[in-house]
Each structure stands twice: as structure tokens, then as C-alpha cells.
């Protein structure tokens, strides 16, 4: 069973650090493209950052660019999100998404989420 | 980046009802073009992709159409376990973008 699991949410004040990680089984992990996507309160969804199944290619939005670094362990199967120089409108809840494809942005698995404040 | 607008923002329906919700894209998409369904507190799911094809395990009663920049997403009979948000995506440009979402209610 594919799961995919983040932890590492929670308070912030801005201009803080925060590292986000996501725990993966139940699939190959280096054969598909891994993403990052919030969710301000009440808001929808915004996709925040990818990576490829290899991590030799990584994406990012415009909103996170120079602040926000995406990696992954193949050792550990774990994706990763260090977010630097965060903002009040950082926060959201951030999903791990799974691409159904080694190259795709349809994320077919995702996890519970992980709740980021940036609050003075 | 591709903007995408979903109509209408909230609507109110009845089990049984067919509904409809749009979605258009600022460009032309051609099929790139994904349905979320989210429920309050829970991740998405996704229900359709390539515009039209139903994900495994999702109901018939969902179907998707359209091409270029409109498209279409229908519930053919709601259900209880429907009332939730939906979200269209387009994935033909990096960065991927979503809609706003549409909010669909019990009335």
C-alpha cells in the first residue's frame, strides 16, 4: 500500500527556518516525481515545489523560489522541504504528493498534511 | 503561469441532483487537465485525469470532458458521500496550477 507521511509542521516566527519532511513506502520511490502543495486556511491549493524521481531536477513556484529547498533520500525514501526566510502568508497546511508518473504533476497519493504557522 | 478559473464558487444541491461544474484555463490546455475532490480536514483525491479518464475506484457517476480551455466535471446522480470541494488542475505548463475550487453543499 503506497503511503506517504509528513511531519516536522508547526510554529514559526518570521523569518524563521522550518524543514518539512515525508516518509514513503509502498512504491518504488526514485521511479516517480515527488511535490509539495499548501493550503492557506480557506484558500485552495498551490503547488510550492517538485522534485524528479532521480532529484537531478527540481521546481519551484515563483511565491518560494530562493527560500524554500526541496531533496530526497533514496536511502531513507524520504522527500524533503526547508523553508527559509518564512513569511506570515507561508502559512498553510503542506501536503506530500506522490505523481502518478516519473514525469507527471498528477499527484495520485497524498499525505495527511503537515500544518505550518508563520506567527509572531 | 496558466490561470485557472472554476465556476461556480458554491452551489447547493440534493442527493440525486445532476451537477455541473467549469473550469477554464488562460490558455489553451489541450487535455492536461485533472478534478480533485477534497473532503474538510482530508487531502485530495484525485477522481479525474487527462480531462476525461476516471482514476481506478471512483464512481461513474463522475465524468470529466472538454479540451483546449474549457472543461467540464458532472456528477450524473449526487450522493451523500459527494458533498465536498473540487478542484480542476492543469498539468500541460510547469508550474502545475489549480482552481479556486467549488464548494458543493447540501441543500
Known amino acids: 500500500e503506497v503511503q506517504v507521511l509528513e511531519s516536522g509542521g508547526g510554529l514559526v516566527q518570521p523569518g524563521g527556518s522550518l524543514r518539512l519532511s515525508c516518509a514513503a513506502s509502498?512504491?518504488?520511490?526514485?521511479?516517480?516525481?515527488m511535490s509539495w502543495v499548501r493550503q492557506a486556511a480557506g484558500k485552495g491549493l498551490e503547488w510550492v515545489s517538485g522534485?524528479?524521481?532521480?532529484?537531478?531536477?527540481?521546481y519551484y513556484a515563483d511565491s518560494v523560489r530562493g527560500r524554500y529547498t526541496i531533496s530526497r533520500d533514496k536511502s531513507k525514501n524520504t522527500l524533503n522541504l526547508q523553508m527559509n526566510s518564512l513569511r506570515v502568508d507561508d502559512t498553510a497546511v503542506f501536503y506530500c504528493?506522490?505523481?502518478?508518473?516519473?514525469?507527471?504533476?498528477?499527484?495520485?497519493?497524498w499525505g495527511q498534511g503537515a500544518l505550518v504557522i508563520v506567527s509572531s | 503561469d496558466i490561470q485557472m478559473t472554476q465556476s461556480p464558487s458554491s452551489l447547493s444541491a440534493s442527493v440525486g441532483d445532476r451537477v455541473t461544474i467549469t473550469c477554464r484555463a488562460s490558455?489553451?490546455?489541450?487535455?492536461?487537465l485533472n478534478w480533485y475532490q477534497q473532503k474538510p480536514g482530508k487531502a485530495p483525491k484525485v477522481l479525474i485525469y487527462?480531462?476525461?479518464s476516471l482514476q481506478p475506484g471512483v464512481p461513474s457517476r463522475f465524468s470529466g470532458s472538454g479540451s483546449g480551455t474549457d472543461f467540464t466535471l458532472t456528477i450524473s446522480s449526487l450522493q451523500p458521500d459527494d458533498f465536498a470541494t473540487y478542484s480542476c488542475?492543469?498539468?500541460?505548463?510547469?508550474?502545475?496550477?489549480f482552481g479556486g475550487g467549488t464548494k458543493v453543499e447540501i441543500k
Open positions: 487527462a480531462a476525461s
Open positions: 522534485i524528479s524521481g532521480s532529484g537531478k531536477v527540481t
Open positions: 488542475q492543469q498539468i500541460y505548463m510547469t508550474p502545475p496550477t
Open positions: 504528493a506522490k505523481s502518478a508518473g516519473r514525469s507527471s504533476w498528477t499527484f495520485d497519493h
Open positions: 509502498g512504491f518504488t520511490f526514485s521511479g516517480y516525481a
Open positions: 490558455q489553451s490546455i489541450i487535455n492536461f
